[in-house]
């Protein structure tokens, strides 16, 4: 049985930076595919960032781009999203989400492909 186990969240002040992780466990993580999904109230679940199961690629949503990284580590099954000069806008509850598909750029942001999903985390961004 696979479970993912977000932490990391909190509040910070806008301009600040934030990593968020995310643990695997019960299955092996470098074949899954991960991707991080945000909601804030009142609005649907968007994609925020994906990354492939060997690392070597990954997709980001426009609004984050340049501001949030992606990365992995295979070892410790663990994915993480690093958030630089947030904004208020970024409040949300973040998820992460693993997908056992073949990982391409144009498809990372589809929800369907995402199989398992953590339990989400709260991020707060005052300004």
């Known amino acids: 049985q696979v479970q993912l186990a977000e932490s990391g969240g909190g509040l910070v002040q806008a301009g600040d930076s934030l990593r968020v992780s995310c643990v695997l466990s019960g299955r092996t993580f470098s074949v899954y595919a991960m991707g991080w999904f945000r909601q804030a109230p009142g609005k649907e679940r968007e994609f925020v960032a994906a990354i492939s199961g060997n690392g070597g690629g990954t997709a980001y949503a426009d609004s984050v781009k340049g501001r949030f990284a992606i990365s992995r580590d295979n070892v410790k099954s663990t994915v993480y999203l690093q958030m630089n000069s947030l904004k208020p806008e970024d409040t949300a509850i973040y998820y992460c989400?693993?997908?056992?598909?073949?990982?391409?750029?144009?498809?990372?942001?589809?929800?369907?492909?995402?199989?398992?999903w953590g339990q989400g985390i709260q991020v707060t961004v005052s300004s």
């Open positions: 989400a693993a997908d056992p598909g073949f990982f391409t750029p144009e498809d990372a942001g589809l929800a369907y492909r995402y199989i398992y």
